[in-house]
């Protein structure tokens, strides 16, 4: 059973930052391309960001781009999210995910095998 705690949510100003983690428990971490999706009030969950497995393919969302940094450390078994200039439309619930197949790491949400519980971002004007 593969277990995905997020953390590093919370309030912060407009302009300020934020680190999200996600640690993996269960199987093998390196064997899965993760993900960060959100889901704001009322909205559909979107994509935020995804990572490979060595971590060197790094696809992101346009609203985030430029802002966001994703990494990964296999030697901890955890993905991380750096959020810079956040924006009031960055508050949401953020979620990690993790893909099983062999494959480079997909936007969709439905290529995700594995997710979080979530932790909540809010971001005050």
């Known amino acids: 059973q593969v277990q995905l705690v997020e953390s590093g949510g919370g309030l912060v100003q407009a302009g300020g930052s934020l680190r999200l983690s996600c640690a993996v428990s269960?199987?093998?971490?390196?064997?899965?391309?993760m993900a960060w999706f959100r889901q704001a009030p009322g909205k559909e969950r979107e994509f935020v960001a995804a990572?490979?497995?060595?971590?060197?393919?790094?696809p992101y969302a346009d609203s985030v781009k430029g802002r966001f940094t994703i990494s990964r450390d296999n030697s901890k078994d955890t993905m991380y999210l750096q959020m810079n200039s956040l924006k009031v439309e960055d508050t949401a619930v953020y979620y990690c995910?993790?893909?099983?197949?062999?494959?480079?790491?997909?936007?969709?949400?439905?290529?995700?095998?594995?997710w979080g519980q979530g932790t909540q971002v809010t971001v005050s004007s």
């Open positions: 995910a993790a893909q099983k197949r062999l494959s480079p790491p997909s936007t969709r949400r439905s290529e995700y095998d594995y």
């Open positions: 990572i490979g497995r060595s971590g060197g393919t790094t």
């Open positions: 269960g199987r093998s971490f390196s064997t899965y391309a």
